[in-house]
């Protein structure tokens, strides 16, 4: 085909965008046609290093090494051949070259994007702050930066029929258990979907239980996370267009861990991993607990309590369940409200939601006191563990339901069902509540308590790994 | 399987359902129940059980901090102690809950005249009473002691649990509890103890805060007496220092001697024993041994209301041995010996008095009951 | 693979679910029947099991019961066997089932609540037991230490405050009967013959003489908890059912913080779920090897429903569980001691020795 039809073809495929731009050269009668998008393409690099050159070269320009010689590109080219696969790499954001005797296409991509910042879902006090952006090479390059080993694998995929997302599966040769690598591969090669907007759709698929409460894949957004949990076998999956990197095997303990945690004294952070559990803990079984001591198990309260608890509900008209049922909602409303508001009313809204709970419809009767209170601890129970703030809360509105029903009993066999259910997880060859069920007592070191660094001389045994040791010679 | 898991959660779904409509779950709540606090159990004038019980009574409002607790006596009658929870009921229109019930107290006149196992047993197993709750008999009417007016820190009932709780004699005696009252009716023991509880005063005092024209009242309480009670109900009451008599000899023959430490209160002025035996008809023959023991009280010189209190310590030993009626004397012999006793001439009066009657029935001496009785005096 | 668990689950297993069913209503049941030398009569059998934990360790090197009894006696042998097993794990649920829906109306709710109680008791022992052995197992190790926690709080609370003089003297009266009368009691014991149905990890197996280590804890572990109960009660022992519940509410940590009782009960509760759930999976299991997969979830939900259902409509108290366990413990004891025995027997006549049958 000649180079002109062939254009011709990629405009047509194309749809003649208004962004397509569209370079000619004619060199010594034959023709040559440089391609590209607007907005996807660095232009002056690209002025600088293709078309200057081209534009200066007296020449013909027949063959790709010819081309190749003439410009100063600093990336790869790769031959392509038809107009279809050439516009499929245009609409991608790359350059394309169509000659007479060959055509090839290039990558000069600019995109804007923003600046790495800390991210906000990760902040630390003491600690690194960059986090990962939304374009997949300046991720990979923040990794690069932690991890500079010749064996960190990067192995590049696509998914998504219309989005064409670059989605990268990163993991440190010698140490990632090369079955499990296979598997993540296998199970993103087999995705048909139209489009991957976020990492999070990738993540579903890779989970197996699809209708869990609680997430099987972990994330992050920061390098240095996704650094150390490399370092101990775990695999990165970083998909373009997202900040959010997915990280497989993932472990339930994984939540109550926090980067702060490696940058502190050691006991101080054994100490802020319990209080997170019973902050957890609290969030979900409070509610329900304050349910069934007042209305089924009261026996349990001591005589004070209960005179305080006659005092403050004795005059509301609501039944002890349905005012918490209602508490509660009404806290998740606030919740959501305080995400979605614009700025600048969020002040006056606070305010609302605080008097409106907080002083009047407690003084008016409607609420009593301690449901508002319980609701309130329970609340920021939840973000003790944020991550799993969305499991937990639907987990504290369950209870509460079981505890209206048959009291702590009810309490009791929800706890069985779930934790029955949760030690069955076993994605990826891990068992979710490792090293706690089953036990490994070696993965103790850094669960729920935290030892010192110096402590931790082997890879975790809970995530199939290749290479154990850590420190001393590498074997 | 993707068809069983829709069953599941049907079948999930119908169950949710009927535990809402089974389980009774709206019916009641904490402001449904009458707690009871203190309960009083005295004879009514018709001769049925009268149940007095201190429920706690709050003033609650919308704004917390202003409140005030009261405690209100409500009485209810009836032939059980069902039908007196039930008038509760219905006078209160609250579900009576002992579950915070600190103290029972039975009056001394219900106690001499009704057995308390039954009341007892049904608070234990009917009822959520705790089986530690403070369990005594008291002097006078039993509803005297419940106070409808003081504060929590100082309401009667509380006040005997408290007393309880720091007088370690009656600890070692009787715990005083539910509990304890009803296992020991199982024990074989011929005597068992509560605490009685005297109602020494009532005070009442002006408003000591200014402004304040509401007056206070105290009840004075004293617990230095027990209650004895003998196989059904309470024979007699026993003042602070036979109680310590009581519960000393009894730690000391639980031991199987009977040594004073150093450090006792008592000194021991005579100790002796008899015995007596008398064959029966039937060949066998009962033996008898009194050991009388004199003490004096090393605190102070307060004599005894009582002389020779005495109280059985009962044992019956069933030998089912070979050997002869020899060598189940020789046992005798032990068990005296075990009491620090020299040997007696138990068996010299027994053969000077029943000789004959031995040697003619000797197929029938398979059987000796030793009764071993104590008689303890304080001079 | 399905029904492997590691040496150290095994361990926690023996030691957390032997006792449940032993600290509840048996110890006031067996008083009924030898005073206060009960807990002496409840220590006899658990000696007497110790041969059959030798004789289930066997078969476990050996392979299994499945391995075994296919092997040695063909496919029909087994599926006797496994029928037999299906009826007596499921009677032992049945009374462990009519036993702890009793302890919870009686001390949970006000009234005898019944249906709202076996309702969703049986519904959450019937998930437990369709879980695999490696979700029970696991279980296990999560509520253990806390068990443990709340088990030590009794035993050193109560040693403080018991008087030990009381469960003397020792064995007096008619010893011969009291000390055989726990076998009476068979259908509480028979703990390690769901050890039968599962197998230890293949490189654990080295360490199975641990499990002697535990059941020789669970037994001092349960008479720790006996004796003070018999200590305490004295002659009223038969009368006071919820013998763990009652021990801990002498558990007075402090008075700010109150009575140890709640945190108890609500863990033997989780804990005796558990148990049900084992047996129930036991069912499942001598179910599937019986007939096909599928089937077997048939036979095992029916079974489910046969069991809540007698319980609801018929056991509606503990007196009528005390009648069946007591009708039915000449068989259940046969099947105690015979089943494991005979399946050590087999198969040392007819594999190969000690090595292991490979499945």
Not at chain 3, 237 to 255: D, F, Q, T
Request: a neutral charge; one cysteine or more.
């Amino acid at each position: 085909m000649f180079a002109s039809e062939k254009k011709d073809n990629i405009v047509t495929l194309l749809g003649n965008c208004f962004d397509l731009e569209l370079r000619e050269f004619d060199l010594g009668g034959d023709k040559l046609y440089v391609l590209y998008l607007e907005g996807s393409t660095d232009k002056e690099l690209l002025s600088e290093q293709v078309l200057r050159p081209i534009g200066l070269e007296p020449g013909k320009i027949d063959t790709q090494e010819r081309f190749i010689e003439v410009t100063f590109l600093p990336v790869k080219v790769m031959p392509v051949d038809t107009a279809k696969e050439l516009s499929r790499h245009i609409a991608l954001g790359e350059v394309a070259v169509v000659a007479e005797n060959f055509s090839l296409t290039f990558s000069l991509r600019k995109v804007a994007m923003r600046a790495v910042t800390e991210p906000p879902t990760a902040t630390v006090l003491k600690g690194p702050r960059e986090g990962f952006t939304e374009e997949i090479r300046s991720n990979i390059s923040l990794l690069r930066r932690r991890l500079r080993c010749s064996t960190l694998r990067l192995d590049k995929m696509q998914a998504g029929r219309y989005s064409q997302t670059d989605i990268v599966v990163a993991y440190i040769d010698g140490i990632a258990s090369k079955k499990i690598v296979k598997k993540i591969k296998d199970k993103i090669s087999g995705i048909d979907i139209d489009g991957i907007i976020d990492s999070s759709y990738i993540g579903k698929f890779l989970e197996e239980k699809t209708y869990s409460l609680f997430r099987q894949v972990g994330t992050t957004e920061k390098p240095d996370i996704l650094a150390a949990k490399m370092l101990e076998g775990r695999i990165g999956i970083f998909v373009d267009g997202s900040p959010i990197v997915l990280t497989l095997p993932f472990l339930f303990v994984e939540d109550v861990q926090n980067s702060n945690d490696y940058f502190k004294r050691d006991v101080r952070a054994a100490f802020i991993r319990i209080i997170r559990m019973l902050g957890g803990i609290m969030a979900v079984f409070l509610p329900a607990a304050y349910i069934a001591v007042q209305e089924f198990q009261y026996q349990i309260l001591p005589i004070k309590f209960i005179i305080t608890i006659l005092n403050t509900t004795s005059a509301t008209p609501l039944s002890p369940t349905i005012e918490m049922v209602f508490v509660v909602i009404l806290f998740e409303i606030i919740n959501e409200t305080s995400i979605r508001m614009p700025k600048y009313v969020g002040m006056a809204v606070s305010l609302v939601g605080a008097i409106v709970l907080g002083e009047t419809a407690v003084k008016a009767g409607i609420l009593s006191s301690p449901a508002v209170l319980i609701t309130a601890l329970s609340g920021l129970g939840l973000y003790c563990i944020p991550d799993e703030a969305g499991s937990f809360s639907m987990l504290r509105i369950l209870f509460l339901g079981l505890a209206g029903i048959v009291g702590m009993y009810g309490i009791v066999v929800g706890i069985v069902v779930f934790v029955a259910y949760v030690v069955c997880f076993n994605e990826f060859e891990t068992p979710y509540t490792a090293p706690y069920a089953p036990g490994v007592p070696e993965d103790r070191k850094d669960g729920i308590f935290k030892l010192a660094l110096k402590e931790m001389k082997t890879r975790p045994r809970s995530i199939p790994n290749i290479n154990k040791k850590r420190m001393g010679t590498d074997d | 399987m993707k068809w069983l898991k829709s069953k599941y959660v049907v079948i999930a779904a119908v169950l949710v359902i009927v535990f809402v409509v089974t389980s009774g779950s709206f019916k009641l709540t904490l402001v449904d129940r009458a707690i009871i606090v203190g309960l009083a159990i005295d004879e009514a004038e018709n001769g049925e059980i009268e149940l007095s019980a201190q429920i706690i009574v709050t003033i609650g409002s919308g704004e917390s901090g202003t409140t005030s607790d009261t405690f209100s006596i409500v009485k209810g009658t009836g032939k059980t102690v069902i039908e007196g929870l039930s008038q509760i009921l219905s006078k209160r229109a609250q579900f009576p809950s002992l579950a915070h019930c600190s103290a029972v107290i039975v009056s001394s006149s219900f106690a001499e005249k009704y057995d308390l196992k039954p009341i007892v047993e049904y608070l234990l197993r009917n009822t959520k009473i705790e089986e530690n709750t403070v369990f005594v008999c008291s002097e006078g009417r039993a509803d005297e002691v419940l106070s409808e007016e003081i504060s929590i820190s100082i309401v009667s009932a509380f006040a005997i649990e408290k007393i309880i709780a720091a007088d370690k004699n009656f600890q070692k005696m009787s715990k005083g509890t539910l509990i304890e009252y009803y296992v020991s009716r199982y024990d074989d023991k011929p005597f068992y103890i509560l605490p009685y509880v005297k109602l020494e005063e009532i005070v009442t005092e002006p408003g000591n805060s200014v402004g304040s024209e509401i007056s206070s009242t105290k009840r004075i309480l004293s617990m230095d007496s027990s209650a004895c009670f003998g196989k059904d109900t309470m024979v007699l009451t026993l003042d602070k220092k036979e109680t310590e008599m009581i519960n000393f000899v009894k730690k000391k023959f639980s031991k199987g001697i009977f040594e004073l430490d150093k450090d006792t209160a008592f000194e021991l002025i005579e100790k002796k024993a008899t015995a007596g035996c008398e064959m029966t008809e039937d060949g066998s023959f009962n033996a008898e041994v009194e050991i009388v023991i004199q003490l004096l009280s090393m605190k102070d010189n307060n004599s005894v209301k009582k002389e020779n209190l005495t109280f059985e310590v009962t044992e019956e030993q069933i030998a089912q041995l070979e050997g002869g009626w020899e060598q189940r004397l020789s046992d005798v012999f032990e068990k005296c010996r075990a009491y620090g006793l020299d040997a007696f001439g138990f068996y010299d009066s027994l053969s000077k008095k029943e000789g004959d009657k031995m040697k003619e029935h000797p197929d029938y001496l398979d059987k000796i009951t030793l009764k071993t009785t104590v008689k303890v005096s304080l001079v | 693979m399905t029904k492997q668990i590691t040496i150290r689950q095994a361990f926690i297993m023996i030691l957390l679910l032997t006792p449940v069913m032993k600290i509840d209503m048996l110890p006031s049941y067996i008083a009924g029947m030898s005073g206060r030398d009960g807990w002496l009569t409840m220590l006899v059998p658990m000696l007497v099991e110790f041969s059959v934990l030798g004789a289930v360790i066997l078969v476990n090197m050996r392979g299994g019961l499945d391995t075994v009894l296919t092997k040695a006696i063909g496919n029909w042998g087994r599926r006797i066997v496994m029928f037999v097993l299906i009826l007596y794990f499921g009677l032992q649920a049945l009374v462990y089932s009519n036993e702890i829906c009793e302890s919870i109306s009686q001390i949970w709710f006000d009234q005898h609540d019944w249906v709202p109680v076996v309702l969703p008791f049986g519904l959450v022992c019937a998930y437990v037991g369709l879980k695999t052995i490696r979700g029970i197992a696991r279980s296990s190790e999560i509520y253990f230490w806390l068990f443990i926690a709340a088990l030590f709080l009794a035993v050193f609370f109560n040693t403080a405050n018991t008087e030990y003089s009381n469960i003397l003297p020792v064995l007096s009266g008619n010893a011969a009967d009291k000390l055989t009368a726990g076998f009476k009691a068979s259908m509480w014991y028979g703990d390690y013959l769901p050890f039968l149905l599962l197998k230890i990890k293949d490189g654990d197996t080295r360490k199975i003489n641990w499990l002697w280590l535990a059941g020789v804890l669970a037994a001092v572990w349960t008479m720790a908890l006996c004796v003070p109960f018999y200590a305490l009660y004295r002659g009223a022992a038969s009368e006071i059912p919820n013998a763990l519940s009652r021990l801990m509410a002498y558990v007075i940590v402090s008075v700010e913080l109150g009575k140890a009782d709640w945190p108890a009960i609500i863990l033997w509760l989780i804990v005796a779920i558990l148990k049900v759930g084992l047996a129930l999976w036991c069912v499942r299991t001598s179910a599937e090897s019986m007939t096909k997969r599928r089937v077997g979830i048939w036979v095992y939900m029916a079974v489910v429903i046969v069991i809540y259902g007698i319980i609801m409509f018929f056991a509606n108290n503990i007196h009528v569980g005390y009648r069946i366990g007591g009708a039915f413990w000449i068989p259940v004891a046969i099947i105690q001691y015979l089943v494991p025995f005979f399946a050590a027997l087999i198969s040392g006549l007819r594999c190969n020795g000690r090595e292991m049958v490979k499945e």
